[in-house]
């Protein structure tokens, strides 16, 4: 169940276990055509109605609104009715997911495959279907009881759907460059299903959490958009932190639960200006009468801004000049990214739009550098190298505001000549 825990400015919404993505979620908002726009719809909302063999998912994941569920039955489904121009699929990721056949009023089938390399994910993005035309519609997801070779199970989760979003999401890990700890933090064990953690690049050790159990150790993170969540941890042992947006009044997170939680949203900040921002975690060293310990975690961070995502695989970005790999071993938007490290390789995006953002990756092993053009015109050459344990991903690497509002072409040229790689993953327009 959600929990509002305070508000922390006039039009800020602070909320512990919530759904995480800025809007107005809670009530389905069902009715005549289905769920409405702007609303999130939990998988037990009556305008969601599952057919087939569905069970459970495991209660120790930090689902939106607290539940899931999920199958691996050949011919499952679950169909969605709701009205609007888009919907938004959330669900997990991970090692032993399957293949899902998504279609929306019966038209044509998209294939959907859900293998992840890393840990699986919790209320992960699966899926935005858009440019529907404005009126009801049926989403329906068929389980396919089929993975790809690698998987190690078949499994298609159904977390919840944004009905309409106008906001695109960008997940980032704790060793975001952006993401400033102060104290004795600490990284976090592995093995457990910490987010982006599975994976790694030898010597270097799988993305984890950062966590302390100190008074006065901080997180400081700034970013631009309207909304944030910090994802984290609760159980028996976690602790209370204060959370403040740009300096502003303190608001307390309690993170203790009877049993653990991992990649639960206990905090999230909604309806801030479109503008830049600085979020502040800071450690109390004080616990709940019922915890055993003070112990803070930062998982990850979920960052919204205004506007519309497109994804790498969409007929409005072409890919030319060499080749592009197709990757799946991170947390990218969606769950796919391609990449390239040969010189005078293009990605082409075309848009309509006053805004445009490329979402990317920067890292020691994507380190690469790329001209960015706009209408043909060379705007800057972004360098993408940091040296680990920073690694950062659903990244703004390239932001252009104040254009026309009209038609436009966006080109990233790959100028490396060291083999470092340049990803594309997404491209946000407003």
Do not use: Y
């Given at each position: 169940m959600k929990r509002s825990i305070a508000l922390l400015l006039a039009g800020l919404l602070?909320?512990?276990?919530?759904?995480?993505?800025?809007?107005?979620?809670?009530?389905?908002?069902?009715?005549?055509?289905?769920?409405?726009v702007g609303a999130r719809i939990e998988e037990s909302d009556s305008s969601v109605s599952p057919t087939g063999a569905w069970t459970a998912s495991d209660s120790a994941w930090g689902?939106?609104?607290?539940?899931?569920?999920?199958?691996?039955?050949?011919?499952?489904?679950?169909?969605?009715?709701?009205?609007?121009?888009?919907?938004?699929?959330?669900g997990s990721r991970g090692r032993a997911m399957g293949i899902a056949l998504v279609s929306v009023d019966g038209g044509p089938?998209?294939?959907?495959?859900?293998?992840?390399?890393?840990?699986?994910?919790?209320?992960?993005?699966?899926?935005?279907?858009?440019?529907?035309?404005?009126?009801?519609?049926?989403?329906?997801?068929?389980?396919?009881?089929?993975?790809?070779?690698?998987?190690?199970?078949?499994a298609v989760v159904i977390d919840a759907f944004d009905?309409?979003?106008?906001?695109?999401?960008?997940?980032?890990?704790?060793?975001?460059?952006?993401?400033?700890?102060?104290?004795?933090?600490?990284?976090?064990?592995?093995?457990?299903?910490?987010?982006?953690?599975?994976?790694?690049?030898?010597?270097?050790?799988?993305?984890?959490?950062?966590?302390?159990?100190?008074?006065g150790d901080t997180l400081t993170l700034p970013f631009r958009g309207t909304a944030i969540s910090w994802v984290g941890y609760t159980g028996p042992d976690g602790g209370i932190a204060t959370v403040q947006i740009d300096g502003g009044a303190a608001a307390q997170v309690d993170t203790y639960s009877a049993t653990a939680k991992y990649q639960p949203v206990v905090f999230t900040a909604?309806?801030?200006?479109?503008?830049?921002?600085?979020?502040?975690?800071?450690?109390?060293?004080?616990?709940?009468?019922?915890?055993?310990?003070?112990?803070?975690?930062?998982?990850?961070?979920d960052v919204f801004t205004p506007g519309r995502r497109y994804e790498e695989y969409e007929s409005s970005i072409t890919f030319a000049g060499g080749f592009w790999d197709p990757r799946d071993t991170r947390v990218w938007s969606e769950g796919h990214s391609l990449v390239s490290r040969d010189t005078g390789a293009t990605a082409t995006f075309t848009f309509t739009g006053t805004s445009v953002s490329w979402?990317?990756?920067e890292k020691s092993s994507a380190g690469g550098t790329a001209n960015v053009y706009i209408d043909g015109v060379l705007q800057t050459e972004v360098r993408l190298h940091q040296s680990y344990p920073i690694e950062g991903y659903q990244m703004t690497v390239f932001r252009a505001d104040g254009l026309a509002n009209g038609p436009h072409t966006l080109m990233i040229q790959v100028t490396s000549t060291d083999q470092s790689y340049v990803v594309v993953d997404a491209f946000d327009v407003r």
């Open positions: 602070v909320s512990c276990g919530g759904a995480g993505d800025g809007s107005s979620s809670g009530a389905s908002a069902s009715g005549r055509g289905g769920a409405a689902w939106s609104g607290g539940a899931a569920m999920q199958s691996t039955a050949a011919g499952a489904k679950a169909t969605v009715s709701f009205s609007g121009t888009s919907i938004r699929w959330l089938t998209r294939t959907v495959d859900l293998f992840a390399r890393p840990t699986d994910e919790a209320h992960s993005p699966i899926l935005t279907i858009s440019d529907l035309s404005d009126g009801p519609h049926t989403l329906t997801i068929q389980v396919t009881g089929t993975a790809n070779t690698e998987s190690q199970g078949t009905i309409q979003p106008n906001f695109t999401v960008s997940h980032w890990q704790d060793t975001d460059p952006n993401a400033h700890f102060t104290g004795t933090w600490t990284k976090s064990q592995e093995g457990f299903p910490w987010s982006g953690s599975g994976v790694s690049n030898t010597p270097e050790l799988p993305v984890t959490a950062q966590e302390t159990v100190t008074a909604a309806g801030l200006a479109d503008a830049n921002h600085t979020l502040t975690i800071t450690a109390t060293g004080q616990k709940n009468a019922a915890s055993t310990s003070s112990r803070i975690v930062v998982d990850a961070f979402i990317g990756c």
